[in-house]
């Protein structure tokens, strides 16, 4: 087997789109104790996350999701973001050199790929990510450019 193109160094955090906030909030808080918290986006949208330890869920309400988000989101998926050392051209770069055909990137926080076939190897648009059940996938880069966020 190949050495991996990158490694991650950490999960940044995940997005479960739901069908209804206010029960989700209510289930993970008073079930999981987890803690509310709200957050206004960078164009003046009311945000929600759970939180826990240094760990955070965003939520999206289905069909009512931020951008940028999967090509295929449903009640129930979810958005992985991972943070590596590498920068994203690098990892884009060794992907391409691998076989793995990437597709869905937009604009300066590009989706990275809206779906990953693991079986076949490859990055197809879908919002999938076969081997953990649905997400689509993020990396940012800490490697000091800002231009190496993808998300």
Not at 59 to 75: D, N, T, Y
Not at 83 to 105: C, M, N, P, Q, Y
Not at 116 to 133: F, Q, T, V
Request: glycine share 12%; net charge negative.
């Amino acid at each position: 087997m190949p050495p991996p193109v990158f490694s991650v160094k950490a999960l940044d955090h995940v997005v479960l789109t739901v069908r209804s906030i206010p029960a989700t909030v209510a289930f993970y808080t008073n079930r999981l104790g987890m803690k509310h918290e709200t957050f206004v986006s960078g164009v003046g949208e009311e945000r929600h996350a759970l939180k826990f330890g240094a760990q955070k869920i965003n939520l999206h309400l289905s069909g009512a999701e931020f951008e940028p988000k999967a090509a295929k989101v449903q009640p129930g998926s979810a958005d992985l973001c991972f943070i590596t050392e590498h920068r994203i051209d690098d990892v884009l770069s060794g992907w391409k050199e691998a076989g793995i055909e990437v597709s869905g990137l937009r604009g300066e926080l590009a989706h990275l790929a809206d779906s990953i076939d693991a079986g076949a190897g490859g990055i197809e648009s879908g919002g999938a990510y076969r081997c953990c059940g649905e997400a689509a996938l993020c990396l940012l880069s800490r490697s000091g450019r800002q231009s190496d966020r993808v998300s």
